[in-house]
């Protein structure tokens, strides 16, 4: 079945520094990518449709120049932190879907990055 | 109103018990949907798709009534395994692009 890397696991970093997040397809090209942040207790929510070639698609209420998107190739996308603060600590998954498939079987999500700024 | 609504439990079920979850969705313009089952401090896991038709994998049963914009998930003999937060997501198609949207999630606690 797809398969989707994410790195790191997690990460502890100091408040103002930036923290780059990969997600990678393993087994499929994924044109399309999706970033989600979970916080403790709620669901997860959409953050950006990434794009790969192009401009990602932030969704309400997210900044686009704090949480950079950057989808270069068919197979990894990546999220950067930008001058991480406290409040941005939370978990933070990607998802993908085999395009040649049908929506009908889902999507793939990494194993998320649990972030701490201290 | 939230575009995905489930009841957030926690549901606690002796084990060996039947538990039924229900979700209801607001956007009449959703084409696919899931059940996605997420351990504690782990990313959600495809548990099953649901089709208007209904569909069965082992103990677990997914139907969907798009009328009425509701889909259930229903466990048989529940397992001490089964213990997770279940998420009900819908799939929308808007103008080519598509987007997950998930609801929070209905806790199971499977009790020995």
């Known amino acids: 079945g797809a398969v989707v890397s994410q790195h790191p696991s997690w990460v502890i970093c100091k408040s103002g520094t930036s923290v780059k997040i990969e997600c990678r397809s393993l087994?499929?090209?994924?044109?399309?990518m999706f970033w989600y942040r979970q916080f403790p207790k709620q669901s997860l929510m959409l953050m950006a449709t990434?794009?790969?070639?192009?401009?990602?698609?932030?969704e309400q209420g997210v900044e686009k120049d704090k949480f950079l998107i950057n989808h270069a190739s068919l197979t990894l996308s990546t999220l950067t932190v930008t001058s991480a603060h406290p409040e941005d600590s939370s978990f933070y998954i990607c998802?993908?879907?085999?395009?040649?498939?049908?929506?009908?079987?889902?999507?793939?999500f990494g194993s998320g990055t649990r972030l701490t700024v201290v | 109103r939230k575009e995905v609504e489930q009841d957030p439990g926690p549901f606690n079920v002796p084990e060996g018990a039947t538990v039924a979850f229900n979700c209801t969705y607001s956007?009449?313009?959703?084409?696919?949907f899931f059940w996605y089952r997420q351990d504690c401090r782990k990313e959600p896991k495809l548990l099953m798709s649901?089709?208007?038709s209904g569909n069965e994998d082992g103990r677990f049963t997914a139907q969907l009534n798009r009328a009425s914009q509701y889909i259930s998930l229903l466990i048989r003999d529940s397992k001490l395994s089964d213990s997770a937060t279940y998420l009900c997501?819908?799939?929308?198609?808007?103008?080519?692009?598509?987007?997950?949207?998930f609801g929070t999630g209905t806790r199971l606690t499977i009790i020995p």
């Open positions: 998802s993908a879907r085999d395009m040649v498939g049908s929506p009908h079987y889902g999507y793939t």
């Open positions: 087994d499929f090209q994924a044109t399309t």
């Open positions: 990434s794009n790969e070639g192009s401009k990602a698609t932030y």
């Open positions: 956007n009449s313009a959703s084409q696919s």
């Open positions: 649901v089709y208007s």
């Open positions: 997501v819908v799939n929308i198609f808007d103008f080519g692009n598509e987007k997950l949207t």
